[in-house]
């Protein structure tokens, strides 16, 4: 095993890293308040001003392994894969699953889902419920953030239909719509709360 080698006494003292560390904070500041300066001028637009994402005008590109929210597969008759086994939620460490099981129409299908209801506050998007369901009934491969906006516990509760509207979304009009979906809801709940706002007040 290499040892490692004795700090010098410069790095002792921990004035040059501190230094640094703040010339790296001022530099990065001062060009991006110039560059975004520039760029209301007009000037410079091919240089990016920052590195974070400027949501929402510009929206992030998830990865293919990216774990976003929840949705419950289709069958090809549209119907939902889920059979109700409960090992979903038993594999949820954050206990966030809610299923209630009945009796298919169909006499060759055992059981199927009545209710099925996703906490989102609750949920840790760990994944395990994918892994543990036996007929890929629930996947995370919706490239979609979760929720950030309600105004009660009950807005972040994603009922059976929800999840099922995001696979028929999927499907017809790709992975993009999902995302539109989500921020069209947001403004209309954003334009709902402030029309409610207006109302009050005038």
Known sequence: ??????????????????????MVIIYRFWRNL????????????????????QYPEEHKHYPDNYRGSHRLTLKEDSSVRCTACFLCATACPAHCIFIEAG???????????????????????????????PCDAIRMDTYVHPKIWGYK????????????????????????????????????????AHNAKTARHG
């Open 153 to 192: 516990r009950a807005d972040f509760i994603e009922p059976k239909e929800v999840l099922m509207a995001r696979s028929q979304t999927l499907a017809e009009r790709g992975r993009d719509a999902l995302l539109e979906d989500m921020l069209g809801e947001y403004r209309q709940q954003e334009d709902e």
């Open 34 to 53: 110039l560059l975004h300066l520039l760029h209301a001028l007009g000037l410079a637009k091919q240089t990016r001003a920052s590195v974070t994402v």
């Open 1 to 22: 095993m290499k040892r490692r080698q004795p700090l010098t006494f410069w790095e002792r003292l921990y004035l040059p890293q501190i230094f640094g560390g703040l």
């Open 103 to 133: 009796e298919h129409p169909d006499p060759s299908v055992e059981k199927f889902p009545l209710r099925y209801e996703i906490d989102t506050l609750r949920c840790i998007y760990c994944g395990m419920c994918v892994e543990a369901c």
